[in-house]
């Protein structure tokens, strides 16, 4: 069995706990001895020196679900940024399932979310995207949630209906066995159709089907800005009565009108439920910006059973006056980023068709006014309409104050929530950086947290919350997936301008005591696992 000996570096070993300078002995997969001073013939030696070693970074939180078998490059953005394992499936929206009654809907929606999706690439059950991961030469470890959004168009489409008895079984039934395939639990999207249709007992209802698995609910919640408070509470009631545990996708509060004052209502909401037994937490991402889709800016009162009949409408004169008209309205529990925020708050991220290419970095007031409409809104219409749906955005919807004050909380941790759609030239920021840019500028420039609880916010914390037993942690025991890397020198390059260089300064990645990244270059993009719970 071979060895390796990592010595004199300053070890933060994932808990919180403050670093302290000491060695650290791997034996094949496995870290097997820390200790002050460490000696073992033969052990390959990395001097650590100066340096920190943390474990790899765990990212609950991005889309890329079908990055393994579509994207060649997949890991080398991820393991610049020390991401040894990720999560996907989050937000309600996944491949899977993706019946061949409603495939290229699903897939037409999600591609500015997870990317294009081959015409052949097909998951009709959680088994068939198992296995094809398990198949797969993944660069970085992968576990994924039953995505309840997917599921529901799956049995009925993007419609407005609620799920008959025997649809609901029908769903129950797909969370079951996601969960026996290994799914870390279940993920809502209450803001995307057709979930955001949904009323709290039927979300409730396919909640309940993954009780008593070890998973946990992990949602986007109905809405951010206004009804923040209010959608916060909808989903602690709705894990309470399934009783399972919850984690509250990117907490934050939206709009401009709502800073400084609605998070502090909704952090009370969640600490009240802790206080009462209940098992919550929240996860954030360290930018003041969001990212989605341009469909999500329609008001309910827009959207229509398909996307074909969406872009039907706002082709016609009458849905683009119609639009008009309901972006003027309030709208029970939905958050109008137009109003809230406003257009020259909102960035195109990507698009599909080349002839769009240059809206790609701009606002949607700015594009507005370059191209001569009176009414942005009459872009929103026009563009959705071209590219059939499939445009990515990027809202500057945020406070820095508020995201700090959810840094700190003891039961929050990092995430990335990295889009996956375009060519990823104009992409959110998140993608290439959150967890140099969090470390480089809440930890080290603002000292927002200290640098160990930073450390646990993005390994300790994240693997108790999915239950990983034997990551997360620098212990005896524990897989060697580790970092070395001088904090000050690690460093996040992307920007909302549109600059999109990857992280810097990641002088060493081991995945299964493996080096996978040396000197920022990446040597071995195949020890990646599929991660099941309890399997």
Not at 153 to 173: M, W
Not at 186 to 210: D, F, H, W
Not at 430 to 450: E, H, M, Q
């Amino acid at each position: 069995m071979s060895y390796i000996l990592i010595k004199n570096g300053l070890i933060y070993d994932g808990s919180g706990e403050l670093p302290f300078h000491g060695d650290i002995l791997i034996e094949g997969e496995a870290i097997v001895e820390i200790a002050p001073e460490i000696e073992k013939e033969g052990a390959q030696i990395i001097d650590a020196a100066g340096k920190a070693v943390t474990p790899g970074f765990i990212d609950i939180h991005r889309h890329c679900d079908i990055a393994p078998f579509t994207n060649p490059h997949f890991g080398e953005i991820e393991l610049a940024q020390g991401i040894t394992t990720t999560f996907v499936g989050n937000c309600g929206l996944a491949p899977v399932p993706s019946t061949r009654l409603c495939r290229k809907e699903l897939y037409d929606y999600l591609e500015p979310v997870i990317g294009t999706a081959p015409e052949d690439l097909l998951f009709e059950t959680y088994e068939d995207y198992g296995k094809a991961l398990d198949a797969a030469d993944l660069p970085i470890n992968m576990g994924f949630f039953a995505a309840s959004d997917s599921i529901k168009v799956a049995l009925k489409g993007f419609g407005s209906s609620a799920y008959t008895e025997e649809e609901l079984t029908k769903a129950q039934e797909y969370v079951k066995n996601a969960v026996a395939q290994g799914a870390f639990g279940v993920t809502l999207g209450i803001m995307y159709q057709p979930e955001c249709y949904s009323n709290r007992e039927e979300l409730t209802a396919v909640v309940k089907a993954a009780a008593g698995s070890g998973g946990i609910l992990c949602t986007h919640i109905r809405g951010e800005g206004d009804s923040l408070v209010d959608s916060v509470e909808e989903v602690i009631d709705v894990a309470a009565e399934a009783g399972v545990p919850l984690n509250i996708s990117h907490l934050k509060s939206t709009g401009i009108k709502n800073w400084n004052c609605k998070i502090f209502e909704a952090v009370k909401k969640i600490e009240n439920a802790r206080e009462a037994g209940q098992d919550v937490t929240a996860d954030f991402y360290p930018y003041d910006g969001g990212s989605t889709t341009l469909q999500s800016l329609l008001p309910p009162t827009i959207m229509e059973e398909t996307l074909e009949a969406l872009v039907k409408s706002l082709s016609e004169p009458e849905g683009k006056q119609r639009l008009r008209s309901e972006l003027n309205k309030a709208h029970n529990g939905w958050d109008n980023m137009s109003e809230s925020i406003g257009w020259d708050r909102i960035i195109i991220s990507s698009v599909i068709l080349e002839k769009n290419a240059f809206m790609q970095g701009q606002t949607i007031s700015a594009l507005a006014e370059k191209l001569g409409y009176e009414e942005p809104s009459d872009l929103v219409a026009d563009l959705l309409v071209e590219e059939n749906g499939k445009v990515g955005i990027i809202v500057l919807s945020m406070s820095q104050e508020d995201v700090d004050t959810v840094a700190r909380l003891p039961f929050t941790m990092l995430i990335s929530d990295s889009l996956y759609g375009g060519d990823g030239k104009n992409a959110h920021p998140r993608l290439l950086g959150s967890t140099a840019r969090f470390l480089n500028d809440f930890v080290i420039k603002r000292r927002v947290l200290p640098m160990e609880q930073a450390i646990s916010k993005m390994t300790g914390l994240p693997a108790k919350r999915m239950g990983l037993q034997d990551r997360g942690l620098l212990k005896p025991g524990y897989q060697a997936d580790l970092l070395v890397f001088q904090p000050e020198k690690f460093l996040d390059h992307a920007d909302y301008t549109g600059k999109h260089d990857p992280c810097t300064g990641m002088d060493l990645v081991l995945m299964g005591g493996k080096q996978v990244l040396a000197d920022g270059i990446l040597v071995d993009r195949t020890r990646g696992k599929l991660l099941r719970k309890g399997i």
